[in-house]
């Protein structure tokens, strides 16, 4: 029975590592059945499983999005490719 | 179109997109130099790459789609050689600040239910501030890991493959850059 519970329990430390692998890569079978009996005993996991969905969310969507509308002028620029471009 | 014709139409683009190309990389990248030169990049890539583009009807798009390219590369660069001044604690160091020895959450540090999360939070321009800061506070290379991972649509095994690193990596160090965004965002957001 010990032994059952050994491999079963996982600390928040780990819980929260393995959400964060399972949001990147699948979970092997026994990292799903531990993570499963950890939320449900856990509720501060539980909030940073929806929390750490809820931020991918907003990355994904926020690294896509410009909010800075105005282009900044950059003439120096411009003319520095300009002179790159004529040398080859 | 002869080589020359090229340069001419090339030229216009330099002209028409390097503005809308530099804002963006500079907004991605936050350094001066570095988006000037992966704008420089995607112009001298576009133009060794021309006959690919011809039948193409919008050039802005293609030119988008390289730079985007450029700016992954950056993030590679950074992710490997991280350059950042940032202390970056170490392993254990950093997890003391979450999780008692026996590997709980520190009482103080326990997710509780964040309000108003379901709203539409980007639409917000106080709370893209926000996300922004937290984002800057983090090590050079977790925010580059977090660029990566949501840049290209692509699953994490083909991202660490690219990389050239094991999975195992790449998900520890999202991991402590989630947990360090989620405190930033609980302190200077959802306490509020």
């Not at chain 1, 969905?53 to 950059?74: F, G, R, Y």
């Not at chain 2, 804002?23 to 130099?33: D, F, M, R, V």
Request: with cysteine; hydrophobic share 35%; charged share 30%.
């Amino acid at each position: 029975m010990k032994k059952i519970l050994h491999f079963l329990m996982l600390s928040c430390k780990k819980a929260t590592m393995l959400i964060e692998k399972k949001l990147l890569i699948k979970l092997s079978f026994k990292e799903n059945v531990q993570l499963t009996l950890h939320k449900s005993m856990c509720d501060a996991c539980t909030a940073y499983e929806k929390q750490s969905k809820k931020m991918d969310e907003i990355l994904k969507q926020h690294i896509h999005d410009n909010p800075n509308s105005d282009a900044v002028q950059n003439e120096k620029l411009k003319d520095k490719i300009t002179q790159s471009l004529n040398k080859i | 179109m002869d080589k020359s014709e090229e340069a001419v139409v090339i030229q216009g683009w330099v002209k028409a997109f390097s503005d809308k190309l530099y804002s963006w990389a500079l907004y991605k990248t936050s350094g001066q130099e570095t988006a000037e030169d992966l704008v420089q990049d995607t112009f001298l890539a576009a133009c060794q790459s021309f006959e690919k583009f011809e039948g193409r009807s919008d050039p802005q798009t293609w030119l988008f789609g390289i730079l985007n390219n450029k700016i992954a590369d950056h993030f590679r660069k950074v992710y490997r050689n991280p350059t950042s001044n940032k202390e970056e604690n170490s392993e254990n160091h950093f997890f003391k600040n979450f999780f008692d020895e026996g590997g709980d959450w520190l009482k103080k540090e326990r997710p509780q239910a964040w309000k108003n999360e379901d709203a539409h939070l980007l639409d917000d321009t106080e709370f893209v501030k926000t996300l922004q800061a937290c984002l800057k506070e983090l090590p050079d290379n977790w925010y580059a890991a977090i660029n990566l991972k949501f840049l290209e649509q692509k699953k994490g095994e083909i991202i660490c493959q690219e990389l050239e690193i094991t999975p195992t990596n790449f998900w520890q160090i999202l991991h402590r850059a989630k947990l360090q965004l989620r405190k930033c965002l609980q302190v200077h957001w959802f306490k509020k």
